[in-house]
């Protein structure tokens, strides 16, 4: 009787897999595959692309003065 906890001869075992390296990864846009160079592309123009909007002085200012408030309240809760 054969033993039927093994695993069959032909699968690669865990501990292989694990040291592989990957060289292929899928596009977080759409989900296509793409080669490492594609995707190192890829990533660098999506972190490029993002960017701090413009604010206003007024609103910027006012947005410093509510996280003060948010901070004094944690301090003293009852203020």
């Known amino acids: 009787m054969p033993c039927l906890a093994l695993p069959p001869a032909h699968d690669v075992p865990e501990e292989i ?3 592989e390296v990957i060289l292929g990864g899928r596009s977080p846009v759409d989900g296509k595959p793409l ?10 123009e999506l972190t490029e692309a993002r960017f701090q909007p ?21 301090i003293i809760p009852f203020y």
Do not use: H, P
Not at 56 to 69: A, E, N, V, W, Y
């Open 17 to 19: 897999l694990r040291t």
């Open 35 to 44: 080669s490492a160079s594609e995707y190192e592309e890829l990533e660098a």
């Open 54 to 74: 413009e604010i206003k002085g007024d609103i910027q200012q006012l947005i410093f003065l509510l996280q003060i408030r948010k901070l004094i309240k944690t």
